[in-house]
């Protein structure tokens, strides 16, 4: 099999199943329809593994649209990116199918479930595969079509309702930007889409080409629609709003989709266009700026939430700040190395926390949790493996990458250095809270008292993940999955930057051990408690004063300016338009007669006088 | 010796005069006639023009002949109208525009 | 073998035979009035689609028969086709509110009067010079004042109707105007003629320009671009979602045709007035596009909705005539053409079980009839240009258009119009979805409209996900 048509396969065997189900999932059943999906899944993954191995290639499956020089194809580029890529996609996709058939086993529409989950396969092998800006887009729509479907799956549910609601239209956003960058480039490149054509037309190595001749704020322009469109995606910071939100879709839908691989899916894209990026400075210091920002904003709320599936919904967006810094840094190597060890640790969290949610009968919220760690011993294992790779303790996954990511701010920026640091350090302590007040101490309600480990098929795929969690930052794992490892030298302050982001694990993990060890009592035992530790009462008002303030003012801009002015103000003033549009529409004919005349008397002036003669 | 630049400014001012009354006035019928003013306003300029408008010295008949045909559409337009108007006026017993507001926004 | 004019004849013809059958016939033949008409629609149809390129040569002067001609033709038999279908769905509607109390009155001439329209519209697009225009467009409107005031005991449409017929009036008298002194500038009356003196360094340039802007104004009334979009929500609304959905799609692509070939005369090369004419032609576009979004995110009211959607619409299509896109124009129509009948085939049906047209009377739709709130959705989001959906390629079409000469400023403006569209847009479709509260009942849904709607959604879908199907009809 060529690894041109392994691609197809795995591009469409997903659409096929998605297809039938959408046609035939009433009449032939639930069973027939999970069995489809989950076996196009796992055929998927097969093929993927496959292609591990091959060659090179691209061609063009289907040419889309000709018109003028608008040509857009469906074509494949099959290197080391989009294998490493598609592996990750097609394993953590066919785990998320399995543990789906446990975790959906009580829902009444499994079928659109499945059938959703096939057609998310397919949008994102799409991207995956893309090997021109018009297939990326048309992907990059269909994923959030599909994310918009599995996150209000329980439409029922208000919530899911208005979260699949924001999450679409915030992505909307960042998509406008996104076509406007691809449509610059385009025009720009006097009609080019294709990646390798682009590239050439940029670089203007045999032929000068026009986009090698283009100003230097057409490139600005383009780097930064297309970052637009990452920022949409990947959940950067201000249209990272969608994200957290997102998580009242079921949990193995945020293990997939809002973790492992649709949120990386911007990383992915701007690593594949980073020859556009940079060519622009101006973009390349935003993107660094806008990642190293996210991390740290995102860190500092995480450390707020109670609610287990939440707070690894902001250490998502916080990771994504690194991976997108990285990007900014023109480390894309790092980048898409943490985006690949941090696919399988998250989701390996988000699935635990599945496990844990069904465990405790659908709590969420850590503080009604507790003592988890004897009830369900598989789960707290694996969660607490999956923590370990995610705060970077040495050995494991997260350790190797996260440290590339920092050494390369240590290169380029001490500001985004410092800020990267801190994170790392909040990560830390963040986690540990999660696994100390989850899993330790008493169980402090009667869902988690009555608390039972998962079934086999949700376990299974926690305990393959935690294998990848471990060992996927060694080179005799990730060479063979064709992941992509930087291999630069590590130059100077290589031991610093190790040690930095060690202490930084040590520090956070001590402070969160100090705080909430024994917060499972009363709250009377806290007064105690920090009476008898001066040293308890000093981390209490750090944490208390200082880190409340900063989230509590960090959340407020949030509000203010996420919200305020880049969704409400643009609204607000549409609104205001076409309030005094409609009120023109009085339904008086005389006022229509005189809008008709008063219009004709305006383009006559407007035609003779006004505009521009030549 | 009357000039192109007369019959225009006539024709002109017919045309003002006919959307003026189309916009203040309120009684449909008399709006109708107003429109029909502004009809003959374009009628009287298309003519003008073509009556001025030399082709190896006879005037051009082309323009002529569309007047022809906006007399027959005014025509047509006139028998559309005044039924419709007169079905507004069994129902509300008004040819007033404001008896005709109801729909907007 | 016919020739397309004899097709128009044809058309016109049988239009007269059925109003003069609907007249004269018995009460069981006046039955077969609609059948006819569709009959002789589909018939002409399948002629157009096999028709043989021979045309006197008598008529060559005024009457072009390229392949911008030929896709309107067949543009407005296919939406005369579907709309004759969406007419007789709603046939008892129609039949109650033109009726006199207690007596029943014949409506044969609501299924022939699209015929005759349906000619005209063919007419327009092939006209070669202004007179040519005028008289089809005039066959046209005067048409629409009839349908428009059909369902005369309805208040709302008789209301309607005395507005389209004194704003109508209004925009005929400018259109003459501005062809009166079009002709007095250029000496001509053909498009070719006007756009040869157009370059010529001694015609009156203000003369002309003043012309040419009357005759936009005129012919920008007739497709509903700024300023002169006033009277379209009014109307449309009142007037029998039938014959909106006419307008909106059938009367909308003949004024485009006609407008198209104006602007051509008027931009052709070395045009004194082409930058003008441009530079006119954006601002409208930018300004219809607003004032049809943005005062649609606080309609109530679906089919105002969709009037002002189609004039949201309209300003792309404007766009895409102000950069030269003439192609773009009718790939725009072809893919709004689906999408709006469809949706105004689902308020017709929709309105035979007694569910009405505002927005909260949607709720529910998708217990009571899953394929009913399907083609909803599909119509609507191929109405905001969601990807996968025919309206995406229009409306990506359109901007790339506009990118591609550079018009960066009216580009953010498209993007803000279509980005409040993502709102009203879905709001429909998120009321058919939501749940309600209670039992209620299943909605039936005849055969007939049972095919269109799949063969409408079946169109948004295909041209959505492969353009090339209706790029192949354009060449």
């Known amino acids: ?614 | 010796m009357i000039t192109l630049n007369d019959y225009l400014l006539v024709a002109g001012i017919l045309f003002a005069i006919g959307l003026a009354g189309v916009v203040v006035r309120r009684n449909i019928i008399v709006i109708y006639m107003c429109l029909e003013m502004m009809l003959s306003a374009a009628n009287l300029t298309l003519v003008a023009f073509s009556r001025f408008h030399l082709v190896d010295g006879a005037p051009d008949y082309a323009a002529q002949s569309l007047v022809f045909f906006t007399i027959t559409v005014a025509a047509a337009e006139v028998a559309v109208g005044l039924a419709i108007i007169v079905a507004l006026f069994r129902a509300k017993q008004s040819v007033d525009v404001e008896s005709v507001t109801k729909l907007k926004g | ?475």
């Open chain 1, 1 to 614: 099999m060529t690894s041109y048509n392994a691609a197809s396969v795995v591009l469409l065997l997903p659409l096929l199943s998605a297809f039938f189900i959408l046609v035939l999932g009433r009449t032939v059943g639930t069973t027939v329809s999970k069995m489809i999906s989950v076996g196009s899944a796992a055929l998927c993954f097969v093929v993927s593994v496959a292609t591990l191995g091959v060659t090179n290639d691209s061609g063009v499956l289907v040419s889309f649209l000709n018109v003028g020089k608008l040509h857009a194809d469906i074509g494949f580029i099959i290197d080391q990116q989009s294998r490493g890529m598609l592996f990750i996609v097609t394993f953590i996709g066919l785990l998320v199918h399995v543990y789906s058939l446990g975790y959906m086993k009580e829902d009444k529409a499994q079928s659109r479930y499945f059938g959703s989950l096939s057609m998310f396969m397919f949008s994102m092998t799409g991207i995956v595969l893309a090997d021109n800006f018009a297939m990326m887009f048309m992907f990059w729509e269909l994923v959030g079509l599909s994310s918009y479907l599995l996150i209000g799956h329980w439409f029922e549910k208000p919530e899911a309702c208005e979260a699949s609601k924001k999450a679409f239209l915030t992505n909307r956003i960042g998509d406008f930007g996104f076509m406007i960058g691809i449509l610059t480039l385009w025009a720009a490149s006097n009609g080019e889409l294709g990646f390798a054509q682009l590239r050439e037309s940029l670089s203007g190595g045999s032929v000068s080409g026009p986009l090698h001749s283009a100003p230097a704020w057409v490139l600005t322009v383009a780097a930064i629609g297309i970052f637009m469109g990452a920022v949409g995606k990947s959940a950067q910071a201000p249209l990272h709003v969608w994200l957290p939100d997102a998580m009242e879709g079921p949990t193995p839908v945020s293990a997939l989709i809002h973790a492992a691989t649709m949120v990386a899916a911007g990383v992915y894209m701007l690593v594949r266009v980073s020859f556009v990026i940079a060519a622009s400075e101006t973009a390349m210091h935003l993107i660094a700026g806008v990642g190293g920002f996210t991390a740290l904003f995102a860190a500092l709320m995480a450390v707020q939430q109670n609610d287990i599936k939440r707070i690894l919904a902001y250490s998502t967006l916080s990771q994504l700040g690194y991976m997108v810094m990285a990007v900014g840094l023109q480390a894309g190597e790092a980048g898409m190395f943490h985006l690949y060890t941090h696919a399988f640790f998250k989701a390996l969290l988000f699935l635990g926390s599945g496990a844990v949610i069904y465990a405790c009968h659908h709590e969420q919220d850590i503080w009604k949790m507790g003592g988890l760690s004897k009830k369900t011993p598989i789960t707290f294992l694996t969660f607490v493996i999956g923590t370990a790779a995610l705060m970077g303790i040495p050995g494991l996954s997260g350790f190797f990458s996260k440290e590339e990511i920092l050494g390369a701010a240590y290169h380029d920026c001490g500001w985004l250095f410092t800020a990267a640091a801190f994170t790392a350090l909040l990560t830390s302590f963040y986690m540990s809270r999660c696994v100390i007040v989850a899993f330790f101490g008493k169980a402090r309600s009667e869902n988690a008292d009555h608390a039972h480990e998962a079934p086999l098929i949700m376990t299974a795929p926690l305990m393959l993940l935690s294998i990848f969690a471990i060992a996927s930052g060694y080179g005799f794992f990730s060479d063979r999955l064709q992941a992509m490892v930087p291999h630069a030298e590590h130059g100077e302050g290589h031991y610093l930057v190790m040690g930095v982001s060690i202490a930084a694990v040590v520090i956070g993990a001590g402070l969160a051990f100090f705080l909430y060890n024994g917060k499972d009592k009363d709250p009377l035992n806290i007064k105690l408690f920090a009476n008898r530790f001066y040293i308890d009462e000093i981390y209490a008002v750090i944490v208390k004063v200082f880190q409340d303030r900063l989230a509590w003012i960090v959340s407020g801009l949030e509000s203010i300016f996420a919200d305020g002015l880049v969704a409400r103000l643009p609204a607000a003033i549409a609104c205001r338009v076409g309030k005094t549009a409609r009120a023109i529409q009085s339904g008086h004919l005389q006022g229509y007669t005189f809008a008709l005349g008063a219009g004709l008397i305006l383009a006559i002036y407007l035609v003779v006088q006004v505009l521009p003669k030549h």
């Open chain 3, 1 to 475: 073998m016919m020739s397309s004019f004899s097709i128009e004849i044809f058309l016109a013809v049988v239009g007269v035979l059925l109003i003069a059958l609907d007249a004269f016939a018995t009460e069981l033949n006046r039955k077969v009035v609609p059948w006819a008409a569709i009959g002789a629609t589909g018939l002409a149809l399948i002629l157009m689609l096999t028709r043989s390129a021979d045309i006197p040569a008598w008529i060559t002067p005024f009457y072009a028969t390229d392949s911008l001609a030929v896709f309107y033709k067949v543009f407005a038999l296919v939406t005369t086709l579907i709309v004759l279908i969406i007419a007789l769905e709603g046939d008892f509607i129609t039949a109650y509110f033109s009726s006199s109390e207690g007596v029943k009155t014949r409506i044969g001439e609501f299924y022939a009067l699209p015929l005759i329209v349906c000619a005209g519209m063919m007419w327009m697009a092939s006209a070669k010079d202004l007179v040519a225009l005028f008289v089809p467009l005039e066959l046209v409107t005067v048409s629409f004042y009839v349908l428009v005031a059909f369902t005369r005991r309805s208040a709302m449409s008789l209301e309607a109707g005395v507005k389209y017929l004194i704003l109508g009036a209004l925009s005929t008298g400018v259109l003459v105007f501005g062809i009166a002194w079009v002709y007095g500038a250029t000496g001509s009356l053909s498009f070719e003629g006007i756009a040869a003196a157009a370059s010529k360094p001694t015609t009156n340039a203000m003369a002309l320009m003043l012309g040419a802007a009357l005759l936009l104004a005129g012919l920008g009334f007739k497709v509903g671009a700024a300023p002169f979009q006033i009277w379209i929500p009014d109307v449309y609304q009142g007037a029998p979602t039938p014959v909106t959905a006419f307008l909106s799609v059938g009367s909308k692509a003949a004024g485009f045709v006609v407008l198209t070939r104006a602007v051509q005369a008027f931009t052709g090369d070395g045009s004194q007035i082409a930058t003008q004419v441009g530079n006119a032609l954006l601002s409208a576009a930018a300004l219809t596009i607003l004032l049809g979004s943005l005062p649609a995110i606080f309609q109530t009211n679906v089919k105002r909705l969709m009037a002002y959607s189609s004039i949201s619409h309209a300003g792309f299509m404007v766009l895409a005539l102000a950069c030269g896109a003439t192609g773009t124009v009718a790939f725009y129509m072809g893919t709004y053409l689906p999408a709006t009948l469809l949706g105004f085939l689902l308020l017709v049906v929709l309105r035979t079980q007694g569910v009405g047209d505002e927005l909260k009377d949607l709720a529910g739709l998708s217990k009571r009839s899953p394929l009913l709130a399907f083609a909803l959705a599909v119509a609507f989001a191929s109405m905001a240009g969601l990807p996968l959906t025919a309206g995406f390629m229009g409306k990506l079409l359109v901007f790339m258009a506009a990118i591609s000469k550079a018009h960066y400023g009216v580009v953010a403006l498209a993007v803000v119009g279509a980005a409040a569209g993502f709102y009203y847009y879905f709001r429909p479709i998120l009321t058919a979805y939501s749940p309600v509260e209670g039992e209620s009942t299943k909605l039936q849904v005849s055969p007939v409209a049972r095919v269109t709607i799949a063969v409408l959604i079946v169109g948004v879908v295909a041209v959505g996900v492969y353009p090339k199907l209706l790029q192949s009809v354009l060449k």
